[in-house]
């Protein structure tokens, strides 16, 4: 006899419309979320004879080493695939601008910058890079040589000027001096938004 699986308790998410659903469901998180316990049913196995039914979604560990062993395997499938791209990346990137506004202007109303951040695995992170290594860093900096000449081919005329421009400012006294390290800062400020368009 296969076993029974429980479920959360009827009515607890309604599911007649959408904004009750997704209004209930964002209740239970948050008291998932401060009483993880009650929840531990959702990944026990329901022993039954003959079958027993593994938990309805997988254990965190299965899954994160089920998302690990295939992202490994396919890395030459996503070397293949990465510059064989169905659309352009760029003019799909512009076209979807709209999009990225109203998403970035959704996250800041939530700060969910700040609330992901308060997530951060400090251990974590510090754990991958030495896993990773240097070599990474180095790659990553090498690979992208043609870029980084791009750019400093693009910013070094505007900086020289820049340069050409403070230079033609007096600096005989300290409020001189000062007025010349702000022209500066401007000056950078004002190449970065007309570098930006």
Do not use: C
């Amino acid at each position: 006899m296969i076993g029974k699986r429980k479920g959360l308790p009827e009515g607890v998410v309604r599911h007649d419309t959408l904004e009750h659903f997704a209004k209930d469901f964002l209740k239970l998180l948050g008291v998932q979320s401060k009483h993880p316990e009650a929840f531990a049913f959702l990944n026990e196995q329901v022993v039954g004879n003959p079958v027993t039914l593994g938990s309805r979604v997988i254990s965190p560990q299965d899954w994160a080493k089920k998302q690990i062993d295939r992202a490994a395997a396919a890395g030459d499938t996503w070397a293949t695939n990465v510059q064989r791209p169905r659309k352009d990346p760029v003019g799909a990137a512009i076209a979807a601008d709209a999009k990225r506004k109203d998403r970035l202007k959704a996250a800041e109303a939530a700060d969910k910058w700040k609330k992901k951040m308060a997530k951060v695995d400090v251990d974590a992170m510090y754990a991958t890079i030495r896993a990773l290594g240097s070599g990474v860093y180095t790659t990553g900096v090498t690979a992208r040589t043609a870029k980084i000449s791009n750019v400093i081919n693009d910013l070094q005329p505007k900086v020289a000027a820049l340069a050409a421009a403070i230079d033609q400012m007096p600096d005989d006294t300290d409020a001189n001096r000062e007025k010349r390290m702000l022209a500066s800062r401007k000056g950078m400020i004002a190449i970065g938004q007309q570098r930006a368009g």
